[in-house]
Each structure stands twice: as C-alpha cells, then as structure tokens.
C-alpha cells in the first residue's frame, strides 16, 4: 500500500510536556486517513493533525454511523515500541463496521496504516513506567446527505493520544436494573459509536449516586451480568477458577478479556464462560465463595472492583487480589518483555513489522 506523507512544520511535542497533562487532549502530530468512495478503499495518507474537514451534514454527525478501536502502544525499557495483539483490533473494527453496514476495512489498511503513522509519530510514546500512546482508529460516514441511509462515503482515520501513568483505584460499582446498554439484536457486541452515547445518562446518575461505574445487565430480565463500562468482568472463585459472562451479541468482545482467559489457562487455572447472574455473584460475596472480582480492557488493564452495590445493598469484597494481581503482572510482563511471548501476540515496531508487506 502506498501512503502518501505530508509532514507538519510545527511538532506540538516541543510544548508537550509529558509529567503534566490529561489524557485525550492532547494528541500527536499526525493521523492516518483513507477514504472510501465508488466502491473502494483509496487515498491512504498521513497529515498533520487538524488538516481533516467533515460536513456539518455528514452521517455520521446526524446518525451515528461510526464505529471505533482501541489499542495502547508501549515503549520498553530497550526503546522498543510494541502492540499486543494489534491484528485482533484489526479483525474487530471489520465485525463492528458490518452491523452498522459500513463496507469492509481491509486489514492492511488498518495495519499498515497503524505502523506507518507511529513511525512517524513513536517520539510520542510516552517512556515513564506504565505510560503508552493510546491509538484510536475509527471508521465514519462521510457523506454530506441527511436522507436516512447508509452512507456512500467513508473516512477510516487512526489518531492518538498519550497516555500517562495510570493507577486505577479500586471501583464502587452500581448493578443497573433499569437502564439497558444492548439488546438482543442490536449493537451491543460492535464498537459502535452510538452504545456510549446512551450509556452517558445511567452511568452519569450513578455517579451521582457515588458509584464510579454500572454494571450492565441483560436488557430483558436484569439478572444476568453482562460488562462493566469499557471493561469485561471476571469473577474468581475461591477455589481460584475465573468465571466470566459468555459473549454474546449483546457484550463486547475485549481483546483483554481474551488474553487474560489464556493466561489464566497457561497458569493452570479453569476458565468459565457461561451466563452469570446477579444473584450468584452477590451470594458468592456475601457466603465466601467469590474473592475478587475486576474488570479488563485497554483503557484500564485490570481494574479491581472493590463495592458492589444492588438493590440498595452494598456487597464489599477483600482489598486483597492475588489472582488478579498475578494475571496482571503477566499481562504487564508480555509488554514489557520480562514474560515470555510464547504466542506470538507481541509485535515490535520496524522489527515484527515490516511495513510495505503486511498480510
Ligand atoms: C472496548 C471495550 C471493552 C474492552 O475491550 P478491549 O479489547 O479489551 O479493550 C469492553 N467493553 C466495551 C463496551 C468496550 O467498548
């Protein structure tokens, strides 16, 4: 694939300073673009940030035809910049695109795109322990047309954001009973830019419920468990096996959630996708029978959930987290290069990836 480069003249990275910002405002010099028109993916380039127009009537801005990724780039202690996984995120963004009926990106683009923009961009990759450049590709319907239909045309464009250390504290979550993230038929297992949109009203009145996030339930009964914000949930049981609600069409597949069931796996611990519900979890806090319980995903790693509450009752599990801290550290080893990549999810910058030749 070609990729046509314009350079900025004026780097923001001189007054960026990396012990002092917040995240997702700041972002780095460029992004990648490719547009869809007449049938195909074309115009694969790089520009400098901000040199993009979308049309106040586009359709994306009135019916949210759009979709999203995530992945964070880490720079080891060698200098080395590495992906986990990154052919995962490529492979998503093509499920999420058709349940919204935008055509199908091809993985090159996606990849080649990817490493090309953080060749460009690596001195962005934040090097204080724990910090990344988070990377979001996104897909949007371009054309400037407000009949309600699919769009014709479409821009793919990766942009990213450094990220800084990141600490999660342990959450206070809600178990929502009222509001639903997904449905049955619907949009739940795509990253689809519109599933946060409605999400922002529960979590917002949870919040001021002094929760720090929901944990969604199944749209008909509200008595499954399903995910937690960005996050997947894993439950450990005190005989150490990981339970975690079955994917369906109404949970987000995290690439996370996957890498750490085969962690668990390597480590000899069983893995049990299958329906969870509400009432088992808070009877297994309340009776000993569950010992942790933590969410997973790109944004937050693992994060440890600490409160529980459901139907005005609060259920506290142990500040202590073994299990999670052990699948953590391995999760953190694979980044790093201190654990052994036995399966071959860790890709180095202009090592692993050559760029001109990816398939
Ligand atoms: C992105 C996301 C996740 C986590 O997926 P990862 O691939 O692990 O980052 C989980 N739930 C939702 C709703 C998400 O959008």
């Known amino acids: 694939m070609n990729i046509d480069i314009k350079q900025t003249t004026q780097s923001a990275y001189e007054v960026f300073d990396e012990t002092n910002f917040q995240f997702g405002s700041t972002m780095t010099d460029h992004v990648f673009l490719a547009d869809y028109k007449e049938g195909a993916w074309q115009n694969a380039r790089i ?21 999203f990724e995530g992945m964070k780039a880490y ?3 060698s200098g080395d910049i590495v992906l986990l996984r990154p052919e995962e995120n490529a492979k998503r963004i093509q499920v999420s695109a058709a349940r919204l009926a935008i055509p199908e990106l091809p993985k090159d683009i996606f990849l080649e795109g990817l490493f090309a923009l953080l060749k460009l961009d690596k001195k962005w990759v934040p090097s204080m322990e724990n910090g990344s450049l988070y990377v979001r590709p996104f897909i949007f319907g371009a054309d400037e047309m407000l009949g309600v239909k699919p769009s014709d045309t479409y821009t793919f464009a990766i942009i990213m954001a450094p990220a800084g250390e990141y600490y999660p ?5 809600k178990v929502e009973t009222n509001f639903t993230r997904a449905c049955p038929g619907g ?5 689809a830019a519109g599933n946060y949109a409605a999400s922002y009203l529960p979590t917002k009145q949870a919040q001021a419920e002094g929760f720090d996030q929901l944990i969604w339930t199944d749209a008909i009964q509200h008595t499954y468990i399903e995910e937690s914000g960005t996050m997947n949930l894993f439950f450990i049981h005190k005989n150490g096996n990981l339970i975690t609600p079955q994917p369906n069409d109404t949970i987000l597949k995290g690439i996370t959630r996957d890498t750490i069931m085969q962690l668990a796996k390597q480590k000899g611990l069983e893995v049990e996708e299958r329906a969870v519900s509400v009432d088992e979890v808070v009877g297994g806090i309340a009776s000993g029978d569950i010992t942790e319980v933590f969410g997973a995903g790109t944004a937050v790693n693992i994060s440890y959930i600490h409160f529980i509450s459901y139907k005005g009752k609060v259920y506290e599990l142990s500040k202590e987290n073994p299990v999670g801290n052990e699948l953590k550290v391995l999760l953190e080893g694979l980044r790093s290069g201190e654990v052994e990549d036995v399966e071959g999810w860790v890709k180095v910058l202009e090592k692993d990836i050559q760029l001109g030749n990816s398939s």
């Open 187 to 191: 949009t739940g297992f795509s990253k």
């Open 169 to 173: 504290k342990p959450l206070s979550v």
């Open 75 to 77: 720079k080891r202690a």
């Open 47 to 67: 520009v400098p940030f901000g040199d993009v127009y979308i049309g106040l009537s586009s359709t994306v801005l009135h019916y949210g035809q759009s979709v």
